[in-house]
């Protein structure tokens, strides 16, 4: 049976490999909706934590990343 911390936050975001991290945002985005409309206080309190400690692990691990110029919006 697993802790009840590693029920609610998983294995840390620095413990997982790039291929893993990877798995773990995109999961994390897919649900992100039906967690936030259908999931409890709790559930939704979780999964933005979560979604923080895996993106920040993103960030940290990939600080180049290359922004579609399409995505980008003027300043100001």
Do not use: Q
């Amino acid at each position: 049976m697993r802790s009840d911390v590693a029920y609610r936050s998983g294995i840390p975001a620095a413990a997982l490999s790039n291929h893993e991290l990877s798995r773990e945002l995109a999961s994390l985005h897919r649900t992100r909706h039906d967690t936030f409309v259908h999931g409890s206080d709790s559930a939704l309190a979780n999964h933005d934590h979560r979604s923080r400690e895996l993106e920040l692990e993103y960030l940290r691990r990939f600080p180049e990343r290359d922004p579609d110029p399409r995505r980008l919006r003027p300043v100001g």
